[in-house]
């Protein structure tokens, strides 16, 4: 069975960093296409940024420049490294496997305030 579960959320300043992982399993990790989305309360859910098997990346507008997708192969993991962070990235984040999406994780919250 498929399970993503993300870690690293937390409370951090505005200008702070963060980074989110997301922890595979029941899947061949390495030629998996993954993904970071976040969802703001009352907000729809908006893709953040995802990553190849060939460790392609794309990113969102809003944190181009901020946040760094990245994978880890050995250790069926992908992360998200959040700089230079702002209030309006309060969210919780999911992970996700498949384009489209076939799996999520549970989300982890992260919240952005002084």
């Known amino acids: 069975q498929v399970q993503l579960v993300e870690s690293g959320g937390g409370l951090v300043q505005p200008g702070g960093s963060l980074r989110l992982s997301c922890a595979a399993s029941g899947i061949t990790f390495r030629f998996a296409f993954m993904g970071w989305y976040r969802q703001a309360p009352g907000k729809q859910r908006e893709l953040v940024a995802t990553i190849s098997s060939r460790d392609n990346t794309n990113y969102a507008d809003f944190v181009k420049g901020r946040f760094t997708i990245s994978r880890d192969n050995a250790k069926n993991t992908v992360y998200l490294q959040m700089n230079s962070l702002k209030p309006k990235d309060t969210a919780v984040y999911y992970c996700?496997?498949?384009?489209?999406?076939?799996?999520w994780g549970q989300g982890t919250l992260v919240t952005v305030s002084s």
């Open positions: 996700s496997a498949g384009s489209p999406v076939n799996y």
